[in-house]
């Protein structure tokens, strides 16, 4: 008797009822795949892989094609388990969508792209439409088609792909023609469909100034990535118990599936009181939010986010994506909820011990000057040319006192604010030249450095600060935050970065400031850097020209007549940001306009 494959494997299959078709052979026939679809002008198909080449011809016949698309890598998993009977079957859950999505998404994104616009503007026409399944495994292989022609079924072995059709490799091809057949498997079709979600054509497509499209070649950002927008319009997803599943069509896409889905196995899922892990919009935002904020080590790593900001047009962009114009409208519900979050968390500090008042005060001039960092290269690129000392436009800062000040949490805060998450470097990695590399990479996204011993802001620091004659237009501020360790600024430090001295101290009962804290970091969204930014750009133009044409007196950026011995008056970013504050949420009172002393 032959031994049984699962018998040490713990895989024996549970009994189900099969789906069975009766049919009799009514013909066998030799036929070009022309001839199978002649006559069909629309297609829903079900498939794990395809070939670009295959779906330019077949486009031009159809007017219309909805086409589901499987994962390779859980296929592959199945038949890892088969091959090596001792293992066990591991379950596809959320992070294995996610980063099967993702990875998916960017390569069909780079197949359409060799297929030429044809194809491109079907998709952004919507006659176009692909789908990925989202979790359930679906072995079939499904094509209905209907026309003037009349009704027809194409099932079989052959994926939707140019060897399968064209007859490079062997295949069996069923077909079953009139109306009850089609929709029998119709049936079966949108079973799969309600458990798949829509790639939605800007996450394929970018449609240009003059109207014409050209495949996306920018990464996809988490939050655009099918199953995630699917949770952004108010689904939950439940991961399901061990189960093997179905394949895609990229070998690179999948191996940039598999390094993507490592990181993201580290994702802290939530669950419910049966144990099983619930996903819902909330709570994708959440996880998402705190993967990208996980620490970096070398600027060699792959996907650093990178912001930038285009002061020309106006632009700025997230991962080479667009992510807000100058003229473009932000919704003042939105800023007014950012603002009364951070005045709640701001006020939370005056039940400190030690100077509370202080420390808030201190905490709204380094927010004021952050806020503004990313747009001081740009006019250091300017200033340095004609003479100005370039700590005039501070692109380091130090948040140093007590420990127990609430300074690691408020700068995490005030970045995730700023671009929607916080990018961070340990301390016991950090040294000058990484940072010099990581802040390069990172463009206008912040870089936090948390918890600076003493030998290391003694060893890097200065190294750090005293050499900047940086003439970049654009690299990220770097902000430091110390313990009691590092009790005093030298004071050639002091006048190159930002120092924020920090003399007060959470109390012991503290679960009132703890939550209001935990709900800054929870809720806070990026609304009013936004809006600030609006405001901040054409008066950075206007500073950047006032340098260039090398007047007497030069632009204030913070809006701090301590700062520069000789100025012009300018907005600044204290008056930007008070403004914005005064506006929407009337109860906050005018932000610290100056820096913190030693």
Same mark, same amino acid.
Request: aromatic share 8%; proline share 6%.
């Given at each position: 008797?032959?031994?049984?494959?699962?018998?040490?494997?713990?895989?024996?299959?549970?009994?189900?009822?099969?789906?069975?078709?009766?049919?009799?052979?009514?013909?066998?026939?030799? !036929?070009?795949?022309?001839?199978?679809?002649?006559?069909?002008?629309?297609?829903?198909?079900?498939?794990?892989?395809?070939?670009?080449?295959?779906?330019?011809?077949?486009?031009?016949?159809?007017?219309?094609?909805?086409?589901?698309?499987?994962?390779?890598?859980?296929?592959?998993?199945?038949?890892?388990?088969?091959?090596?009977?001792?293992?066990?079957?591991?379950?596809?859950?959320?992070?294995?969508?996610?980063?099967?999505?993702?990875?998916?998404?960017?390569?069909?994104?780079?197949?359409?792209?060799?297929?030429?616009? !044809?194809?491109?503007?079907?998709?952004?026409?919507?006659?176009?439409?692909?789908?990925?399944?989202?979790?359930?495994?679906?072995?079939?292989?499904?094509?209905?088609?209907?026309?003037?022609?009349?009704? *027809?079924?194409?099932?079989?072995?052959?994926?939707?792909?140019? %060897?399968?059709?064209?007859?490079?490799?062997?295949?069996?091809?069923?077909?079953?023609?009139?109306?009850?057949?089609?929709?029998?498997?119709?049936?079966?079709?949108?079973?799969?469909?309600?458990?798949?979600?829509?790639?939605?054509?800007?996450?394929?497509?970018?449609?240009?100034?003059?109207?014409?499209?050209?495949?996306?070649?920018?990464?996809?950002?988490?939050?655009?990535?099918?199953?995630?927008?699917?949770?952004? %319009?108010?689904?939950?997803?439940?991961?399901?118990?061990?189960?093997?599943?179905?394949?895609?069509?990229?070998?690179? %896409?999948?191996?940039?599936?598999?390094?993507?889905?490592?990181?993201?196995?580290?994702?802290?899922?939530?669950?419910?009181?049966?144990?099983?892990?619930?996903?819902?919009?909330?709570?994708?935002?959440?996880?998402?939010?705190?993967?990208?904020?996980?620490?970096?080590?070398?600027?060699?790593?792959?996907?650093?986010?990178?912001?930038?900001?285009?002061?020309?047009?106006?632009?700025?962009?997230?991962?080479?994506?667009?992510?807000?114009?100058?003229?473009?409208?932000?919704?003042?519900?939105?800023?007014?909820?950012?603002?009364?979050?951070?005045?709640?968390?701001?006020?939370?500090?005056?039940?400190?011990?030690?100077?509370?008042?202080?420390?808030?005060?201190?905490?709204?001039?380094?927010?004021?000057?952050?806020?503004?960092?990313?747009?001081?290269?740009?006019?250091?690129?300017?200033?340095?040319?004609?003479?100005?000392?370039?700590?005039?436009?501070?692109?380091?800062?130090?948040?140093?006192?007590?420990?127990?000040?609430?300074?690691?949490?408020?700068?995490?805060?005030?970045?995730?604010?700023?671009?929607?998450?916080?990018?961070?470097?340990?301390?016991?990695?950090?040294?000058?030249?990484?940072?010099?590399?990581?802040?390069?990479?990172?463009?206008?996204?912040?870089?936090?450095? $948390?918890?600076?011993?003493?030998?290391?802001?003694?060893?890097?620091?200065?190294?750090?600060?005293?050499?900047?004659?940086?003439?970049?237009?654009?690299?990220?501020?770097?902000?430091?935050?110390?313990?009691?360790?590092?009790?005093?600024?030298?004071?050639?430090?002091?006048?190159?970065?930002?120092?924020?001295?920090? $003399? %007060?101290?959470?109390?012991?009962?503290?679960?009132?400031?703890?939550?209001?804290?935990?709900?800054?970091?929870?809720?806070?969204?990026?609304?009013?850097?936004?809006?600030?930014?609006?405001?901040?750009?054409?008066?950075?133009?206007?500073? *950047?020209?006032?340098?260039?044409?090398?007047?007497?007196?030069?632009?204030?950026?913070?809006?701090?007549?301590?700062?520069?011995?000789?100025?012009?008056? =300018?907005?600044? !970013?204290?008056?930007?940001?008070? =403004?914005?504050?005064?506006?929407?949420?009337?109860?906050?009172?005018?932000?610290?306009?100056?820096?913190?002393?030693?």
């Amino acid at each position: 008797m032959p031994a049984d494959l699962f018998a040490d494997a713990g895989l024996r299959p549970a009994a189900k009822p099969l789906t069975v078709f009766r049919a009799e052979l009514i013909s066998c026939e030799d !036929t070009t795949w022309e001839e199978l679809f002649a006559g069909f002008t629309r297609l829903k198909a079900i498939t794990f892989s395809s070939s670009i080449e295959f779906l330019v011809r077949l486009a031009d016949r159809l007017d219309d094609a909805e086409i589901v698309f499987g994962s390779e890598s859980i296929l592959s998993k199945e038949h890892l388990a088969l091959a090596q009977a001792s293992q066990t079957i591991a379950a596809y859950g959320f992070a294995d969508a996610l980063a099967d999505h993702k990875a998916l998404t960017e390569a069909l994104a780079r197949l359409l792209g060799r297929g030429g616009r !044809t194809l491109l503007t079907r998709v952004v026409a919507g006659s176009l439409r692909f789908r990925l399944l989202r979790g359930r495994p679906s072995h079939e292989k499904l094509y209905l088609l209907s026309g003037p022609a009349g009704w *027809r079924v194409v099932t079989g072995s052959a994926n939707l792909s140019l %060897a399968a059709f064209e007859g490079r490799q062997q295949e069996i091809y069923v077909t079953f023609d009139g109306e009850p057949a089609w929709t029998l498997f119709d049936g079966h079709y949108q079973r799969d469909w309600r458990d798949s979600v829509a790639i939605e054509p800007d996450a394929l497509v970018t449609v240009e100034a003059d109207g014409g499209a050209v495949a996306r070649t920018a990464p996809l950002a988490l939050e655009e990535v099918p199953i995630v927008r699917v949770l952004n %319009a108010g689904v939950a997803l439940v991961d399901p118990p061990a189960r093997p599943q179905p394949t895609g069509f990229a070998a690179e %896409a999948l191996r940039a599936a598999s390094a993507l889905g490592t990181e993201l196995r580290e994702l802290a899922l939530p669950k419910d009181k049966s144990g099983r892990t619930v996903v819902n919009a909330a709570t994708a935002l959440r996880m998402l939010r705190s993967w990208r904020a996980r620490p970096l080590a070398e600027a060699s790593e792959d996907r650093i986010p990178r912001a930038e900001i285009d002061f020309s047009t106006g632009m700025v962009s997230l991962d080479g994506v667009p992510w807000l114009r100058v003229d473009q409208a932000v919704p003042v519900a939105e800023v007014a909820h950012d603002a009364r979050i951070l005045s709640q968390y701001l006020s939370s500090f005056l039940s400190f011990f030690g100077n509370a008042s202080g420390a808030v005060e201190v905490y709204w001039a380094f927010l004021a000057w952050l806020y503004a960092a990313p747009t001081a290269p740009y006019l250091r690129q300017a200033a340095v040319p004609v003479g100005i000392d370039p700590w005039v436009y501070p692109v380091y800062a130090v948040l140093f006192g007590r420990s127990s000040g609430g300074k690691t949490v408020f700068s995490r805060v005030a970045a995730r604010s700023m671009f929607g998450f916080e990018k961070m470097i340990r301390s016991g990695q950090f040294t000058a030249n990484r940072a010099l590399g990581l802040r390069d990479r990172l463009g206008a996204i912040p870089l936090l450095i $948390d918890d600076v011993t003493r030998d290391k802001f003694t060893s890097h620091v200065p190294d750090l600060v005293r050499t900047d004659q940086e003439t970049a237009a654009l690299y990220a501020p770097v902000v430091l935050t110390t313990n009691r360790d590092v009790s005093t600024i030298p004071p050639d430090l002091t006048k190159r970065m930002v120092t924020c001295h920090i $003399d %007060a101290a959470i109390p012991e009962n503290r679960s009132v400031t703890a939550r209001i804290a935990r709900r800054a970091q929870r809720e806070i969204g990026t609304a009013l850097y936004r809006a600030y930014l609006q405001r901040l750009i054409p008066e950075v133009r206007r500073m *950047r020209a006032e340098i260039d044409a090398e007047a007497e007196a030069f632009p204030d950026l913070t809006g701090d007549p301590r700062r520069c011995a000789r100025r012009s008056t =300018g907005l600044g !970013t204290a008056a930007c940001l008070r =403004g914005l504050l005064r506006r929407p949420a009337p109860a906050i009172h005018r932000p610290a306009c100056r820096y913190a002393g030693r």
